[in-house]
């Protein structure tokens, strides 16, 4: 049903091997003059940070380097990347990494027009001032951070994961150049590839889905069904990162205009309290979550197992659903995606840890997004299930 909707997504976004090129000519139409670049010491070491600051020397622009993003992004990061940007008089942010740093750029940009803690911030359009312009530059197929309007930051002195919701912090400018992640080794391939994986389904199984959703959704559960095995086994195969990384594009605008679902809301209280790395916890939960989820929506689940390639014919609608887990379930088990026992967390202390992960989940507000309505209780149970 076509109902009233908002969908957005940056003002530019470049796509394609090679397109980092662009970057120069990008930053000139801002009117910027001072970046300041933020990233990770891996980037630095492949040299993918000095590749930047390469394009923007020659673009004739300033910038100052902050690579003190060690991990999942931390308001502690946010308050250090904050001070480097007034100190070095920046007016707008280029970030190249994976989620995190991007991520913590977005936050940044809060923090430096808005003012006050990044905890101030939780929760859906509490962002009032228009944020720098932000580039950001993907290295991985997974987060799609460099489209929404989503940002994720731990709260160190509470083990929140805070979901930060704003159009504002839409980047200005995606550059995702799938030539950026040759470099990923296969078990950071297999959980950001599955991490827009779940972006995908939970898009398109949504209760804000909406049809312009529902069609990039599907196109990126088929790219990534088709084509994670292969970057999986092997990083080189070009053609298949490409497909990789349109889908971690596509599923990204997807979930920024229809949303998350249960999978989000439970993935986030396992890794604030158990450190566990965003996208791991979204794929730990998405067999059970798909378990759980299918029978409310049996008409989308079983168009998820057609575009996933499994032969649905002569099925009924909720016997064709069933397909499309168990699908699910293979493309994890074939990329050596662990259970939460495999992580080395201890079972005592992920029970002592359940009710305030199930307060937390709800709290965040994706699961209300999810077909199938999960109390505190049944919640627990899942965690206990993915176990």
């Known amino acids: 049903m076509l109902r009233k909707a908002e969908f957005r997504m940056p003002g530019t976004l470049l796509q394609g091997p090679g397109c980092l090129e662009d970057l120069g000519r990008e930053v000139g139409k801002l009117g910027c003059k001072k970046a300041l670049i933020v990233s990770d010491e891996v980037m630095k070491k492949v ?17 100052a380097v902050f690579t003190d993003v060690p991990g999942e992004p931390k308001d502690t990061y946010v308050e250090a990347g904050l001070e480097a940007y007034r100190t070095e008089k920046c007016d707008f942010l280029v970030a190249i990494g994976g989620g995190s740093p991007i991520d913590t750029a977005k936050a940044i940009g809060v923090l430096h027009t808005n003012g006050g803690k990044i905890t101030d911030y939780m929760g859906a359009e509490k962002v ?47 550059i995702a150049d799938p ?11 297999a959980a950001t590839g599955m991490d827009a994986f779940c972006h995908a389904v939970e898009a398109y199984v949504s209760k804000r889905e909406q049809p312009t959703t529902d069609l990039l959704a599907l196109e990126a559960i088929r790219l990534i069904s088709q084509n994670l095995r292969r970057a999986w086994c092997n990083g080189e195969d070009l053609e298949a990162r490409s497909n990789m990384m349109r889908a971690a594009t596509l599923a990204g605008i997807a979930f920024n205009n229809s949303s998350v679902t249960l999978i989000h809301g439970m993935s986030r209280p396992i890794g604030a309290v158990f450190h566990v790395a965003h996208g ?23 168009k998820v197992a057609e575009v996933m390639g499994e032969n649905i014919e002569g099925l009924s609608v ?17 990329v050596e995606i662990p259970s939460i026992k ?30 199938r309505s999960a109390t505190e209780e049944q919640i627990i149970e899942l965690y206990r299930k993915a176990y």
């Open 47 to 63: 040299g993918y940070v000095q590749k930047v600051e390469t394009l923007l020397k020659n673009a004739g622009v300033d910038y």
């Open 128 to 174: 009032k001032k228009p944020t720098p312009p932000l580039v950001a530059i993907p290295t991985t197929a997974g987060t799609g951070s460099e489209v929404t309007r989503f940002t994720i930051i731990t709260d160190t002195q509470n083990d929140v994961k805070m979901l930060i919701n704003s159009s504002f912090i839409i980047p200005a400018v995606a």
């Open 179 to 189: 030539t950026l992640t040759l470099s990923a080794p296969p078990k950071t391939t």
């Open 280 to 302: 791991v916890s979204n794929a730990l939960l998405l067999p059970t979550w798909a378990e759980f989820t299918y029978i409310a929506k049996p008409e989308k689940f079983a």
């Open 318 to 334: 909720l016997d064709a659903a069933w397909e499309a887990v168990e699908a699910i379930k293979r493309l994890c088990e074939d």
């Open 342 to 371: 495999d992580m080395g967390i201890a079972k005592e202390d992920y029970e002592r840890a359940l009710p305030k992960m199930a307060r937390d989940a709800i709290a965040s507000g994706s699961p209300a997004n999810n077909p």
